[in-house]
């Protein structure tokens, strides 16, 4: 009895184990459809909700540029099909924000410019969603919001439940990059303002942003060489206006870890 035991332990830990890895190709009884990560991470647990939200803003752009595109990993579970199978996409609306305007700020989700590329082609499982952002003037003055989420449909029901959307926050002015994460704060640049992020372009000559900055964490010498400059720049600074440190627009002083 005590080994008949164990083995249905063992079985059960192996099922959830086997479905955590699988959850990609979880279901097989009909067509199915989730958001994930790119596909060499797909089997990385830590990375099942990476892209969940992407900031962008088009503030480091030449005023030539009108839109932009970010992409999303997407996925047909449940095994692959001869013949190209396209997928819905629609917007959500996200309590106590400001909502991205469709055919204003984004290229809307029932646009033929857009459902073209809402396409699992023949033969494979997955696919980049281009989502089409519009430079228009509103984005000066606010941050909109964009999330939206898979729909059933004729070729497709809806997978994973926590994989069905994805979001991004966009703008036309200096914002925080996706990179100026929580272990950034603590451990590289402390608390994001716009203030001190113009600070750092203004005395760097660099942009910092997402392209510039992803990369750093991995070369630990290169961090160390621009974390120390921008904390001697900061002193030099502070030293140069006696009495009048530099704050940010909150009145806040600045610092850098």
């Not at 035991?5 to 890895?21: F, Q, T």
């Not at 692959?80 to 996409?89: A, E, H, P």
Request: with cysteine.
């Amino acid at each position: 009895m005590k080994a008949l035991k164990y083995m249905i332990v063992a079985m059960v830990i192996l099922a959830i184990a086997s479905c955590k890895k699988d959850q990609y190709y979880l279901y097989d009884d009909v067509a199915r459809i989730q958001f994930g990560p790119e596909p060499s991470r797909i089997y990385t647990t830590s990375y099942n909700l990476a892209d969940t939200l992407k900031p962008y803003t088009f503030f480091y752009e030449d005023a030539s540029v009108t839109q932009d595109t970010v992409f999303f990993d997407i996925y047909a579970i449940g095994g692959v099909s001869k013949t190209d199978r396209t997928f819905t996409l629609a917007q959500e609306q996200v309590t106590s924000a400001t909502n991205a305007i469709p055919g204003t700020q984004y290229v809307a989700f029932n646009d033929p410019k857009a459902t073209k590329n809402f396409v699992i082609k023949a033969g494979t499982a997955h696919t980049r969603v281009p989502i089409v952002l519009l430079r228009d003037a509103s984005l000066k003055t606010s941050t909109p919001v964009l999330k939206f989420k898979v729909i059933a449909d004729g070729n497709f029901q809806v997978g994973e439940i926590n994989n069905l959307w994805r979001k991004i926050e966009f703008t036309d002015r200096l914002s925080q990059p996706a990179a100026w994460n929580a272990s950034a704060v603590q451990f590289y640049y402390g608390k994001y303002s716009v203030t001190k992020h113009q600070f750092m372009i203004d005395q760097t000559g660099e942009k910092w942003d997402q392209d510039f900055m992803a990369p750093l964490p991995s070369d630990y010498a290169l961090l160390q060489y621009w974390t120390g400059m921008l904390k001697i720049t900061l002193i030099n600074y502070n030293n140069a206006h006696p009495g009048n440190p530099l704050r940010d627009e909150t009145g806040e002083l600045v610092v850098f870890p």
